[in-house]
């Protein structure tokens, strides 16, 4: 584990991209509508046809077919193959306004959200952080990826020792987990995929001696 080298990975790609980008800030905390956007993504379509499913009410969406779902989300741009996640998050969501107490029961909550079916692990630490602002690091390809290349950490670690390397280096970077999550995501779909393109990368400075490690 280095958290010192991340740290400073950190604030590389805050000077190369900039800060939180606009729009995930802007996502109002412990609100339905930001976890549709987290699970289904951002309304990316203006239609003349208007969903009639209404995505903000999710006691609505328990009780409709999957399929009439699944057309709400692609008429609006959406993810329509997470209509059915969508639905049994719907089924698990406490209603307006959440008590803060069930927003902060991070043990619970990751519990409750990894037995339901179609949300993996990494979606489920992005609705943790996201959503109710819990402190998990969503470990996506991508940040496998760019953490083992550069050998913070190896696909051998577990879970809650990427987890820890993630907090202390955002803290130590003095960046929020939102932020550090949204810079390595960034990095990664750009210069971090099934094969490293380090050219321009903003951490190429960072790489160990010899180039990027290789995930086994």
């Given at each position: ?14 000077g ?70 969508l ?9 307006d ?61 577990e ?26 995501n ?15 990368c ?15």
């Open positions: 584990m280095s958290t010192q080298r991340l740290a400073e990975a950190i604030e590389k790609l805050r190369a991209y900039g800060g939180l980008e606009a729009e995930l800030a802007a996502r109002p905390p412990r609100c339905w509508s930001t976890l549709v956007d987290v699970v289904a993504g951002g309304p990316k379509a203006k239609s003349s046809d208007s969903p009639r499913v209404p995505l903000d009410q999710p006691e609505q969406l328990v009780k409709l077919p999957v399929e009439a779902l699944q057309e709400a989300l692609k008429v609006t741009g959406r993810d329509q193959r997470r209509a059915g996640a639905q049994a998050l719907a089924n698990w969501w406490p209603g306004d959440p008590d803060e107490s069930w927003c902060e029961d991070h043990e619970r909550r990751h519990r409750e959200l990894t037995a339901i079916r179609g949300v993996g692990h990494e979606l489920v630490d992005r609705i943790l952080l996201l959503v109710l602002g819990l402190p998990a690091m969503p470990l996506s390809r991508a940040a496998l990826r760019v953490g083992c290349r550069h050998g913070w950490s190896g696909l051998e670690s879970y809650d020792e990427w987890q820890h390397l993630f907090r202390q280096a955002a803290e130590l970077a003095d960046s929020s987990l939102p932020e550090v999550w949204w810079l390595i960034r990095v990664g779909r750009s210069h971090c995929g099934s094969r490293p393109r380090c050219d321009d903003p951490l190429e400075s960072l790489l160990p001696e010899g180039g990027p490690y290789e995930p086994e």
